[in-house]
């Protein structure tokens, strides 16, 4: 009786661990990327350094941005989604305070930010063909109510 107990244990956690990596295989944003910015162009110059880091885990897509602002600052954020549209809070993002992902394909996703409600910001992110290269199209409004549109390039780390 033991060993079946084992069995049907070690059963379950395969096809867990199965379905957990299942979710993730076919997005091929997860990983480290650097932003490059000799070849961004940034509506602002509000950052001087920056980099994303897509984890896998249970809960979700897990985005930490870590980095420093034009004046030299740290800034870090983030947020963990099922990349299926539905509203997750957003730390540390002060344009934001919830972000929506949702998952467009096996290389990109769309992102919308909200504040207080209220589309500000939709980003389209999506990878390379050699998987070497991450793009995030912004385009919305800034905290003036001016509107923006930007691309950020970052490099696979």
């Known amino acids: 009786m033991r060993r079946n107990e084992f069995v049907g244990s070690l059963l379950v956690c395969a ?22 910015a000799a070849k961004s162009r940034q509506a602002s110059a509000s950052v001087r350094a920056q980099a994303l880091r897509f984890e896998a885990t249970p809960a979700g897509i897990k985005l930490t941005s870590d980095g420093t602002d034009a004046q030299g600052m740290p800034m870090h954020g983030g947020y963990t989604s099922k990349f299926d549209g539905k509203d997750v809070p957003w730390e540390g993002n002060p344009s934001a305070d919830t972000a929506s ?50 691309v950020a390039v970052y490099d696979r780390q």
Do not use: C, H
């Open 101 to 150: 992902p949702k998952r467009i394909d096996d290389n990109s996703y769309e992102n919308v930010w909200k504040k207080g409600g209220k589309a500000v910001v939709t980003a389209t992110v999506s990878v390379s063909k050699d998987g070497k290269t991450l793009t995030v199209t912004q385009s919305g409004t800034d905290a003036q109510g001016s509107p923006f549109k930007s």
């Open 15 to 36: 096809v867990a661990w199965m379905a957990g990596s299942s979710a993730v295989a076919g997005e091929n944003w997860v990983g480290t990327w650097k932003l490059n």
